[in-house]
């Protein structure tokens, strides 16, 4: 009974028993099979799908300065739009998108993820595509407004679901690389509108028209490939053994979200209110979202106003940002998983960069140099919230819980399109100083908050810890007192 095999047929025989240590190897092998296959079909898929959600959604950075050299910009052709239109069109996406997000969330329960996932991605990409067709600021306005509305809930969902799949605490490392890609999407967008440009004109059609087709159609095939491949639940998934079910739902806490429970809970949400914890982590949301992230917005025509180069090339200057982004977060990622280093911690080192970054923009006049200090904030300002996820997920208890202030949270971090803009508008350019000022003091702000929720997650621990300590002498002195 020493090799893998023969545990596995002892588990099987009804003349045989296996010891507790016997026992947990084969569960962990279970457990590992198991989740090797749902990272698979979840975990890389989902990741790879949010790359192009993130390519849509901040497309229209990029279109900003296509080709604005020969007359044939976006701002151009849509009636000359000025700086406040701009981040008006810019802003509009997420109101739909923050507002619709908690329901949105709960919505994947109720229809069941396959169903839900599939619908949000063929109407983005459709929506998406409308965009070209725009022929004034109105227009444009009204197709990023039902674009927001299409793509509600696809982050917060993906994180609502894996917490069917996977304990909170295993989640670290799977949120970083899901939420890196994301972002890697920045690398990506910039390298398209760079080829894209050059279509100017091809079918008389402006090269920023060009960017929301080609970049729309891929959102519609990866929506009828989820609705046939996804899968919902560990309860109910035909390529897991019935061990690996079992394995992956007994080592899911009790207090996540679980396929069997109700999508709506009344004491659930009325526990939701009483959770100091959950206004702490809504401000240091908006704080962070705001102030460190707000940039990233606008980050084209920020390099842009730097002088380096021309628009075209421009669009290739932003690559570096979100590479050094992915490379850090999932290397910090990596190392919060292994147990190395606090996520906590981690957060707030990474705030302190930002708030030094912007410090030095404000002073530094050299290009090449604020250009650094740009990429380096924006690297430092991609971990901070996805490294916080787990931490998040682990305060939310139950499944109704779980779902809204999943779809609350990252709906709070939308105000960083909302505001961002505003504050990044080209008229504090190309020096910047007022808004560089904002994020200092919006990121202090956030620091606070993350050591005002760290102290409170610390308290709710040790309260626990004691409980069941007290819980178990308990159950000890009546096993003793029955005995005698």
């Given amino acids: 009974m020493g090799t893998t095999k023969d545990l596995q047929v002892s588990t099987v025989s009804p003349t045989e028993s296996l010891s507790e240590n016997e026992t947990a190897s084969v569960n962990d092998t279970h457990l590992r099979a198991a989740y090797r296959k749902s990272d698979l079909r979840l975990l890389y898929w989902y990741s790879f799908v949010y790359l192009w959600m993130r390519i849509h959604a901040s497309n229209i950075t990029n279109t900003a300065i296509i080709n604005i050299e020969t007359g044939d910009g976006i701002k151009t052709q849509l009636g000359n739009l000025t700086s406040g239109q701009w981040a008006w069109c810019l802003a509009i996406f997420y109101y739909p998108y923050a507002a619709f997000e908690p329901a949105s969330t709960l919505l994947l329960k109720r229809f069941s ?55 909170a605490k295993d989640t670290a490392l799977r949120i970083a ?46 929506g009828i490939v989820t609705w046939f491949t996804l899968p919902n639940y560990p309860e109910d998934s035909a390529w897991l053994t019935e061990e690996e079910k079992r394995a992956v739902i007994d080592n899911r806490p009790k207090t996540q979200p679980s396929a069997n429970a109700k999508t709506w809970s009344s004491s659930e949400v009325k526990e939701i209110f009483k959770d100091s914890r959950n206004y702490t982590y809504t401000f240091l949301w908006i704080c962070h979202a705001i102030g460190g992230w707000g940039i990233a917005k606008v980050l084209p025509t920020v390099i842009y106003e ?35 280093v606090s996520s906590w911690l981690t957060v707030i080192g990474m705030e302190i960069v930002c708030v030094a970054c912007y410090i030095a923009l404000i002073l530094v006049r050299g290009a090449v140099s604020r250009y650094m200090l740009v990429t380096i904030a924006i690297a430092s300002s991609m971990g901070v919230l996805p490294i916080l996820w787990p931490e998040r997920i682990r305060a939310a208890r139950g499944t109704t819980t779980a779902g809204l202030m999943i779809g609350f949270t990252n709906a709070s971090a939308q105000l ?36 005002v929720t760290w102290w409170l997650i610390w308290k709710r621990d040790q309260r626990e810890a004691k409980e069941a300590e007290n819980a178990e002498l308990s159950s000890a002195q009546q096993s003793q007192n029955e005995k005698s």
């Fill in 113 to 167: 993820p396959r169903v839900w996932m599939s619908r949000i991605m063929i109407t983005w990409g459709i929506v998406s595509m409308c965009q070209a067709a725009t022929q004034n600021y109105s227009g444009l306005l009204a197709t990023r407004f039902f674009l927001g509305l299409a793509e509600a809930g696809y982050y917060p969902g993906v994180l609502y679901h894996l917490t069917f799949w996977y304990p």
């Fill in 306 to 340: 730097l002088g380096l180069s021309g628009s075209a090339v421009t669009q290739l200057l932003t690559m570096p940002c979100y590479t050094l982004g992915f490379i850090v977060l999932n290397g910090f990622g990596w190392l919060i998983h292994r147990g190395y």
């Fill in 177 to 222: 690389f899901f939420y890196a890609c994301g972002q890697f999407s920045g690398t990506i967008s910039g390298l398209l509108a760079f080829a894209i440009s050059y279509m100017n004109g091809v079918g008389g059609l402006a090269g920023w028209r060009w960017v929301f087709i080609l970049e729309g159609i891929p959102a519609v095939l990866m």
């Fill in 416 to 451: 960083t399109g909302i505001v961002g803009p505003m504050i990044y508008q080209d008229k504090f350019g190309p020096r910047y100083t007022v808004s560089y000022s904002v994020s200092i003091a919006l990121i202090a702000a956030a620091i606070v908050g993350v050591v």
